[in-house]
């Protein structure tokens, strides 16, 4: 789930809140919230914008 979700927001060109990932992927909202704290805790995602994430680069 983790790749699907960095997949998604690379694939968005923009940064993204969970809800747009959700969206995006048709997945489980509990799943993408999981993956998205992991990818906080890995540095994999940063914060550019207020409640919006993008793949760190």
Known sequence: ???QVLQAMR???KPVSAGEVTKILNADRKEVDKAFAE???EG???SPV???WAPAE
């Open 1 to 3: 789930m983790k790749e």
């Open 11 to 13: 694939e968005a060109g």
């Open 50 to 52: 207020r409640c919006k």
């Open 39 to 41: 990818l906080k805790k």
């Open 44 to 46: 994999a995602i940063t």
